[in-house]
């Protein structure tokens, strides 16, 4: 951390160091309960002024990422992206047992719950149209939750299924589903078999913004999701709208030959 931080020319200096520096804790660089360089010490490494340390820092704040007081030292959190599998929970949960997305949370120490928003039939946009092999806009049933960790906002998803499959069944039912929406579509004569995932990383709409209560200088990352039965048809395509304060996504290669 002996370099000055260089001017991009576009972001202010207060959101270049709270980068720099938020990417030294989230690498572990700077560890848990570490004490953060002084502000004298910062303004000196990185050749900015008072002020930038002490909004940096502030943004550093919002994120649960340090905390301190004025005129103390501040400090590196324990608070670190959850890990989430980017594994498609199949399976569905055994007799009384939680989600496993609630269960994976668990053991890594985190308060993971769900809040159902909404359940109905939506015009299908054009990516889940053409998941399904639908004409965009075509009616699909959708149900709408924001998952919570630390009952805290973390996430925003959209499951979509084909109303032929979903139409008068429990997944078009504004209630939650036991043993989750694997469980439902087993049920129904559509074991899920695989899943492919997209992923993307942009700046947050004004609605996710709001919904997902993030600080002002955090990204989302969107997930695209679709699943399919083992006829090899896609029956479920999810949309999951992830605060990057929150996550980090783990990918499972298979063995090389």
């Not at 301190?68 to 199949?90: E, I, S, W």
Request: aromatic share 6%; net charge neutral; charged share 20%.
């Amino acid at each position: 951390m002996s370099s000055p931080v260089p001017d991009d020319g576009v972001r202010s200096r207060q959101r270049q160091l709270a980068g720099d520096l938020r990417a030294l804790i989230l690498s572990g660089d700077i560890a848990p309960g570490a004490r953060l360089p002084t502000t004298a010490e910062l303004t000196r490494r990185y050749g900015v002024n008072n002020m930038s340390v002490t909004r940096a820092i502030a943004i550093l704040k919002a994120e649960g990422l340090v905390e301190g007081q004025r005129g103390r030292a501040v400090l590196a959190t324990h608070r670190r992206p959850t890990v989430v599998r980017a594994a498609h929970y199949a399976d569905p949960p055994a007799p009384s047992e939680p989600y496993p997305w609630i269960t994976d949370n668990a053991a890594q120490g985190r308060s993971g719950s769900s809040r159902l928003i909404e359940v109905g039939e939506r015009p299908g946009t054009a990516q889940v149209a053409a998941a399904f092999g639908l004409t965009p806009g075509e009616a699909v049933v959708v149900r709408h939750q924001v998952l919570l960790l630390d009952e805290q906002p973390a996430e925003l998803v959209w499951t979509h299924y084909p109303v032929d499959i979903a139409r008068g069944t429990v997944l078009a039912q504004n209630r939650r589903i036991k043993g989750g929406s694997p469980a439902a579509l087993a049920a129904l004569g559509h074991p899920l078999r695989n899943a492919v995932d997209q992923v993307a990383a942009r700046f947050a709409t004004v609605a996710e913004f709001v919904a997902l209560q993030l600080p002002e200088d955090v990204p989302v990352l969107r997930q695209f999701r679709v699943a399919f039965d083992d006829s090899g048809r896609a029956v479920e395509a999810t949309i999951m709208i992830k605060s990057a304060q929150h996550y980090e996504v783990q990918y499972d290669l298979p063995e090389s030959r």
